[in-house]
């Protein structure tokens, strides 16, 4: 029997639905615990600052944590001393310690064991996001500073859990951002819904606050039962997410940056001039706040980081082409030792594929490199796994076999890999996608004797030289392709 992949989830509830549920299962998440246990006193009228804090001190760490936090200038603006919860609490307020304290917890959880890099950078925008709305609302005459500081802070907790989870989903997304699809477009088409959406059903659930309630629904924003002042504390939720995303994808001088604040400014009736030295201040003051938070290698990151955030704008290219991408035979023989690992410890598929391409792209230097699967009845081919400067919309994209001589359906006959030189034929409606212009690596991979789909890989963004050392590269890495397939194959055999 042929062996083709395939994924079928047959469910009533929405994927949004899906994932909430998934994340709320107290045996995937260890601080769904501590949210359901300071929600249960926090949202009892009758609860007492002393109840809360017993609760809260169950956790000797998370103690320690949120006494450091209350304790600081973010926090503790009269320079009181804090030094029992109980006397946080009393500071803070209830509302602002229960979102505190699911924040510690969740940064203890994603950041467990070795965090994907996306946790991390998602992790430093939402401090920088919180950093800024607090100043925002500071700034606006807001006095509920704590609050809009914890709901900017979660904002994002559904991105962070969903990167944490390594799940297959998050290769797929993580594909799509590497062809350079926009973020929110790339989740819809990934997951069938953007990630703010998946943070606002777990909020609701976990009963995170009316203001990042508010923040994460807009139709609830427009009520008009809303009051001036909460429509404020949103708008600087809200603001401090938009300055902090603007400056991380386009840099802090560019047009859209300058845009975002000369808006903003406007809108709080300040300088704009004003607004930019307390946002450049606000966002040094970020990394101390994640040290303060417990987290420093996000700290690190963010400090980093600082050194460009007052670099030139990013101008886009006036040359269509891509700085060639070196080789690296260090990374190469990094990543086939990865997948020999990943193999051993039963990693998913996914896992491994997204492994292959990596050697490809990074390993090898290619522009972009795809993996398509053959339909059960031969007739079609679909992108399944892409990697590189690929268009947003190509992965899960289908092509036919449509004429005699098909490039891709003699390269699966051959049973080959070939070097091919398309030129115009790439032009033709049906390669357009498929082939680059110039010169471009095929190999079918093929398990015990059948063709089962098409390894791929171009240097056409940077119109590099495919040599012989690419080509000898990217036949081995669709050797341990068809390995890795070979092997879950007969593990599922032996299952059944």
Known sequence: MAFYLTQSIETSSSPVEVWRDKLSSSDTLVFTRTVSDVNLVALDDLTSASDLS???????SMAARLLRIAGSALFNRQGRTVNTINAAIVRIGFDSIRELAVSLALIEQVLEGQPHDKVTQTMSRAFHAATQAKS???LSGNDRLEEVFAAALLLELGAMLFWAQGSEDAVVLEALLASGAPEAEAEVQALGFPLLDLSAALAEEWHLGELLNV???PEKFQSPRQSAAQATQVRCVLWGHDIARTAQLHGWESKEFRGLLKEIAADIELDESTLDEQVQENFRETADIA??????HVAKAISSSLASANAEPKEQSTSRLLPARPPSSQSQIEILQEIGDALNQGRTLNDLVALVLKGIFEGLGFDRTYFALLSQDRTEMQCRYALGSTPADFLNA???FTSDHDVFAD???SGLPSLLHPQALALEPEYVGWL?????????IVVQGKAIGVLYADKAASEGSLDDPAYRGFQLFGQQLATILLTI????AKRA
């Open 54 to 60: 017993k609760v809260v001190g169950h956790d000797v």
């Open 436 to 444: 680059s212009y110039s010169e471009c690596a095929v190999m079918p």
């Open 291 to 296: 040290n303060r938070y417990g987290v420093p």
């Open 489 to 492: 194959r007969n593990s599922a």
């Open 215 to 217: 923040a994460l629904n």
């Open 398 to 400: 289908s092509r036919s």
């Open 411 to 413: 390269a699966l006959k």
């Open 136 to 138: 925002l609302a500071a």
